[in-house]
């Protein structure tokens, strides 16, 4: 028992102990309870020593083994690490220490680390050497011109035993020294390649093909390496000079083309439907062979195309005389018909037709002739702009106040029905409008006048003097308003008359205290408020006819056109009709009223 507790004493784990001790007491009180001999007792003792003993001596012997395999791998750590250090060409590796201490596995761990760092720094470093080394290789076979004999990757043999950054930076600025002249070579190449393509488009040809006749692999669509040699370079530089010549020369054609077709167009007065699709030539007759970079612009089928249209224009232009003569003779009357001026005699043109059928009259200076024809209508008609845009307000404010008058005669405007309140709403802009005429009409006198004088001629609208107009017109509205006036008075006293009945039935008896009776009174003053009623009716009848009037004659001169004779008599016409109309409404209401 006491062997047995010896080790277990040794043991410096306190839970070790606790649980040894605890079984041993629990083995002990099994053996007391069963009664166990002492020799048994010791010999399970001794069993359980000697077991304890095996275990740890296999511990011991593994001990052994595992402590020899890792002097091993720390010496093989050590040369290893020293090899790499040597071909790396650095003396240390920062923050390992030069002496290592501590136990085996602690040193072991020291130096991993520093061993694994070391072994990715060659690889990066092979890298570097096998990738520096292959681009130059590469290089050196495009700059001679043999990269398209072999595009595989180039074999890279690197020496690991000197893999010192002083050997790769010879590396490197050989390579540095090689992209500097491929890249060199490249710029002139593309700039070569870019300037063929620009000029081929221009010139409407295939620059794929062209490119290729010089080399394949300037045209490669598989994307591999271009001959840059220095018998490219010089064969790129004699096709662009030769492409330069050449847009030059049709720029030249096409010039002369242009300048043609432009003599015939503006000769026959050509639509600019016609002129649009050859609008690419004629924008070529400002720039210079430089500025022209649209692709196709200088393409054989364009020139071909307006060599045929030049000739087809001269063909037509003896035939296309009379048509453009014509045209530009609607042009002219649609302008003056636009802004209501005279428009130039009809027996003249047939003339200038007729010599035009004889072949008797210059072409060009006939459409210049007319040219100037319309540039002066244009010019007039913009003077008078301001004028015609008064006299259109003119126009519209009698419309306006026509339509008031009508509506003013409706008894039932006022009525609650569907609409009622968009006519009251026009009707009150119609008042406004009819309250601004007086003071239209005498500014279209004076803008009128002033352009008289300054271009010393008559202001025709429709043929018809505009001036005339306007004071035809405020003739008929100041008699409208005497009239008014008149039927106003006569209205006053007829008024005064009904409101006096002493006037009617004699003077009243001074005797007498009789009074009338209330019917009477009541039927006198109906009749009087009925009568009252008529006379308002008659005076807005007379309104309206005179206004009715006055906007008929307005709209018989905006619809056609009057001498100013047959204007002058329309005006009596429209006066007799106002004083009929006057004597009519006077005569029918101007008789006795009975109470």
Not at 410 to 432: P, T
Not at 535 to 552: D, M, R, V, W, Y
Not at 575 to 594: K, L, N, Q, Y
Request: glycine letters at 4%; aromatic letters at 4%; one cysteine or more.
């Amino acid at each position: 028992m006491s062997s047995f507790q010896t080790p277990i004493g040794m043991r410096s784990s306190t839970m070790l102990e606790t649980s040894c001790g605890y079984l041993l007491q629990e083995l002990q009180m099994i053996w007391d309870e069963v009664g166990e001999d002492q020799f048994d007792r010791e010999k399970v003792l001794l069993e359980l020593e000697q077991e304890c003993l095996e275990v740890y001596r296999k511990k011991v012997d593994g001990a052994n083994v595992s402590r020899a395999r890792l002097h091993q791998e720390l010496a093989e750590a050590e040369a290893e690490f020293t090899h790499l250090l040597l071909s790396l060409g650095e003396r240390s590796l920062p923050g390992r220490p030069e002496k290592m201490t501590g136990t085996l596995k602690e040193q072991l761990d020291s130096i991993t680390p520093a061993l694994r760092e070391m072994r990715l720094r060659k690889e990066e470093r092979v890298k570097q050497f096998r990738s520096v080394q292959g681009q130059i290789l590469k290089i050196s076979a495009e700059i001679g011109g043999q990269s398209e004999c072999d595009d595989s990757s180039p074999v890279v043999i690197v020496n690991e035993n000197d893999l010192s950054l002083n050997k790769l930076e010879e590396y490197q600025n050989e390579l540095q020294r090689l992209h500097s002249e491929k890249n060199e070579r490249l710029q002139r190449v593309g700039k070569y390649i870019d300037t063929v393509h620009k000029l081929s488009a221009t010139l409407g040809m295939d620059a794929s093909t062209i490119i290729t006749k010089i080399h394949p692999s300037l045209d490669d669509p598989f994307g591999r390496s271009k001959n840059i040699s220095d018998s490219i370079l010089e064969k790129l530089k004699c096709t662009v000079e030769s492409l330069k010549d050449e847009k030059q020369q049709r720029l030249e054609k096409l010039h002369n083309l242009g300048k043609a077709l432009t003599n015939l167009w503006d000769l026959m007065d050509s639509p600019y439907g016609d002129r649009r699709l050859f609008s690419h030539v004629i924008r070529l007759l400002s720039v210079s062979s430089t500025e022209i970079s649209e692709p196709g612009s200088l393409a054989v089928d364009i020139i071909e195309q307006a060599e045929a249209e030049v000739r087809r224009l001269d063909q037509l232009k003896a035939s296309k005389m009379k048509e453009l003569f014509i045209k530009k003779q609607k042009d002219l009357e649609d302008i003056c018909n636009k802004s209501h001026m005279e428009i130039p005699s009809r027996s003249e043109m047939e003339k200038i037709i007729n010599l035009i059928n004889s072949g008797e009259i210059d072409h060009a200076n006939l459409l210049a002739s007319m040219d100037e024809q319309i540039f002066r209508a244009k010019e007039e008609a913009y003077s008078r702009k301001t004028i015609m845009e008064k006299v259109e307000k003119w126009m519209l404010a009698c419309d306006e106040e026509r339509w008031l008058e009508e509506y003013s005669m409706d008894q039932s405007r006022y009525s609650v029905s569907r609409g009622a309140h968009k006519n009251l709403r026009r009707a009150e802009r119609a008042r406004i409008a009819v309250n601004k005429i007086p003071a239209l009409v005498e500014l279209l006198l004076e803008k009128t006048k002033n352009w008289e004088a300054e271009r010393s001629k008559v202001f025709l609208y429709d043929e018809v003097p505009l001036l005339a107009m306007l004071e035809e017109y405020n003739a008929m509205r100041q008699e409208k308003e005497e009239e008014k006036r008149r039927l106003r008075e006569k209205k006053k006293v007829q008024t005064q008359v009904i409101i006096q009945p002493d006037n009617f039935y004699g003077p009243r008896p001074s005797t007498s205290s009789r009074r009338l009776s209330n019917a009477s009174i009541n039927g006198g003053y109906s009749n009087a408020i009925a009568s009252n009623r008529r006379i308002s009716l008659g005076i807005q009848q007379l309104e309206s006819n005179i206004i009715n009037s006055a906007t008929q004659g307005i709209s018989i001169m905006k619809e056609g056109r009057k001498s100013p004779g047959q204007t002058i008599a329309l005006r009596h016409n429209l006066v007799s009709h106002v004083r009929d109309e006057t004597a009519s409404v006077v005569s029918t209401f101007s008789g006795p009223i009975s109470p």
